[in-house]
């Protein structure tokens, strides 16, 4: 693992000393530089991590940062030097294992992959296949997708790897993206969690010829007042725990894929209106679990992915702008910054506890990091908090209104 464990009271650290860190990593390997005059380095940097922590747009940065540019200015420069989007993303991904602990490489990791979307309320900006569709969410069934790969271990998560979803992908295309991104870094996965959204012909196919261990939901297909002992629908009614096999079948390529079964009953164990048994069924290949109870706790390492999605959501620069590269930046940026995050609380905060690592997470909160960021952004650009005073011919004909009222 990179660097001694050490006690976190002999080590400070400063929201100087953060800025310059997640800095340095967008100006080594996103290769932001100076455009002009007015919007150099460090003053494109001050307004995206000001965007960033805010959860605002650049236009609102610009307009609160007293010495910004116009974010005209900041928007034009940031598509002049931004490549397409294959190099953009292996920027990004270069950007996300810059700091990656050397542990991570000497041994196989157990890996979490999932989806995840952001909606949209526009047209394409040059493709169909731009915006992404699926259910129906925030009012709108158009989305702009990400994918991420993550890392299962020890308590912390580094995402190791992101792509841009297009429509009409394969989650088979997909997955594989993921892990050759993740392999190229030094990060080959021992076991990859799934969600059940991955649950397919293609998926299978690809993870077993690739010779990844891996472990899924399975999802329950077709009516259920049909033939409800068919099928996988027939290992959600049993009662006990056990192991089967099942064989799917791709409907339009005719491609058949074998899985192994873990079905892990248990009570609901009095939840909120629920009662009786719970029945969960896994689909997984090439190891041998020990009880279904293992399988069931595994699994649930997975889970962790969505809290990095809402850490992410935490710190992604809001837009209105069609263009897919700076909306596939303002999501990098935020991973960027949660896995410096995670980094700081790695090598830093924690301490060593024998074998294991006792994380202190009350030490630094990716709040208070964001809030590091913005406080050295207003340092550098000064902030401005005005207020906009009430237009006279307004407070006129509400004085006027409310004498009426009166009468």
């Not at 991420?148 to 989650?171: K, P």
């Not at 995050?341 to 506890?353: G, P, S, Y």
């Not at 590091?372 to 011919?393: N, S, T």
Request: proline share 4%; with cysteine; hydrophobic share 35%.
């Amino acid at each position: 693992m990179e660097g001694a464990m050490r006690s976190r009271k002999n080590y400070t650290i400063s929201s100087r000393q953060i800025h310059d860190h997640a800095a340095g990593i967008l100006q080594e390997h996103v290769k932001l530089r100076d455009h002009g005059h007015k919007c150099c380095l460090s003053v494109l940097l001050s307004v995206l991590f000001f965007a960033a922590s805010r959860r605002t747009s650049i236009h609102d940065a610009c307009n609160r940062l007293r010495r910004a540019p116009t974010s005209q200015a900041v928007a034009n420069a940031l598509i002049a030097m931004l490549p397409e989007v294959t190099e953009l993303q292996r920027r990004l991904n270069a950007s996300l294992a810059a700091k990656l602990p050397k542990g991570l490489k000497r041994r196989r990791q157990a890996v979490a992959i999932d989806l995840t979307l952001i909606p949209y309320h526009g047209k394409p900006h040059r493709d169909q296949h731009e915006v992404y569709r699926g259910q129906p969410k925030s009012g709108t069934s158009h989305f702009h997708a990400y994918a991420t790969c993550y890392v299962v271990r020890h308590g912390y998560r580094f995402t190791v790897a992101m792509t841009w979803v297009l429509a009409g992908e394969t989650m088979e295309a997909i997955v594989k993206r993921l892990l050759q991104q993740a392999s190229r870094v030094g990060v080959k996965p021992r076991l990859v969690l799934l969600d059940r959204g991955f649950y397919s012909v293609g998926v299978i196919r690809y993870l077993q010829a690739a010779r990844y261990p891996f472990l899924m939901p399975v999802a329950h297909r077709g009516r259920p007042s049909r033939n409800p002992n068919q099928g996988t629908r027939a290992f959600a009614r049993w009662k006990k725990s056990g192991w089967s096999s099942y064989t799917l079948q791709d409907a339009k390529q005719r491609r058949k894929a074998t899985v192994e079964i873990c079905v892990s009953c248990r009570n609901y164990r009095g939840q909120w209106k629920r009662h009786g048994r719970q029945t969960l069924v896994y689909a997984f290949w090439g190891f041998r679990p020990g009880s279904p109870h293992w399988v069931r706790e595994t699994y649930r390492k997975r889970f962790g992915i969505e809290t990095t999605y809402r850490q992410m959501n935490q710190a992604r620069i809001r837009t209105s702008t069609r263009d897919p590269l700076l909306r596939l930046l303002y999501v990098g940026i935020a991973l960027i910054l949660r896995n410096a995050w995670v980094w700081f609380h790695l090598t830093i905060f924690a301490e060593r506890c024998g074998r294991h690592l006792l994380l202190h997470l009350e030490s630094l909160r990716f709040r208070t990091l964001l809030l590091c960021l913005q406080r050295v952004a207003e340092a550098i650009l000064g902030c401005q908090e005005v207020l906009e005073p009430l237009k006279p011919e307004i407070e006129t004909t509400c004085n006027s209104t409310h004498s009426r009222t009166q009468t």
